[in-house]
């Protein structure tokens, strides 16, 4: 099936006001972990055209994720990068896409925009100890069941707000393993994460700190 070229043309057309596309054209966007929110931060930037995506995880597709993090029956047993990748693909085919089925590693070359979508603190430690000099825009998604908070780092206050985030791991919470993780709250979260992507495109002020309760609709925005 071939897509008629002057509908391809069209494609941004609703979206040309809200994200800059010679600011987009330049961007390289890293997306490392792609379980509940990683996946679906990975989907929305291919549909909202950036040019370059590179997406991290060394992790396969179990039964679990299936209602939690959007993946397909057929997935399972597959690496999530090539699932993930398969439907990135989909969305755009000019997409220049790097999927990378390992563990993220310091030496790795990564973006100017980097997502952060893992589940484990010390883990988004390391993380941002290796990108905070080589990403200009960096944003990590954190949930638990119906709670959301996302965090963004991209001028000097909300780099300095950012490691105050980075508790020691014992500290964490740890719910039951029957109440983590939401599909509905891992939408919202990559949603918010894009959103203030494109936020940055415009060169708009950005909130370092967003927590959201969806279960008591309370909503806590850090600037």
């Not at 398969?86 to 220049?96: A, E, M, T, Y």
């Not at 959103?195 to 925005?221: G, I, W």
């Amino acid at each position: 099936m071939t897509t008629d070229t002057s509908q391809l043309d069209e494609r941004y057309s609703r979206q040309r006001d809200i994200v800059p596309p010679d600011r987009l054209g330049a961007c390289r966007a890293t997306v490392i972990g792609v379980g509940a929110i990683g996946r679906q931060v990975a989907i929305q930037l291919a549909a909202m055209g950036v040019p370059w995506l590179q997406i991290i995880d060394f992790d396969t597709v179990e039964p679990s994720n299936l209602a939690s993090q959007g993946y397909l029956e057929d997935d399972l047993g597959r690496p999530k990068v090539e699932a993930t990748g398969d439907i990135c693909r989909r969305v755009c085919g000019s997409l220049q896409l790097l999927q990378v089925n390992d563990r993220f590693r310091r030496s790795m070359e990564i973006g100017t925009a980097v997502f952060c979508a893992v589940d484990k603190i010390d883990i988004r430690r390391a993380i941002w100890d290796a990108v905070k000099d080589k990403a200009t825009f960096f944003s990590d998604g954190r949930m638990s069941a119906e709670v959301l908070r996302v965090l963004t780092a991209c001028d000097a206050a909300s780099r300095k707000h950012y490691p105050t985030t980075l508790f020691a791991a014992g500290e964490a919470y740890a719910g039951p393993c029957t109440a983590k993780t939401t599909i509905f709250c891992a939408n919202i979260a990559a949603g918010i994460m894009v959103a203030q992507f494109a936020k940055y495109l415009r060169q708009l002020p950005l909130d370092a700190d967003v927590q959201l309760n969806l279960l008591t609709s309370e909503l806590t925005v850090l600037p």
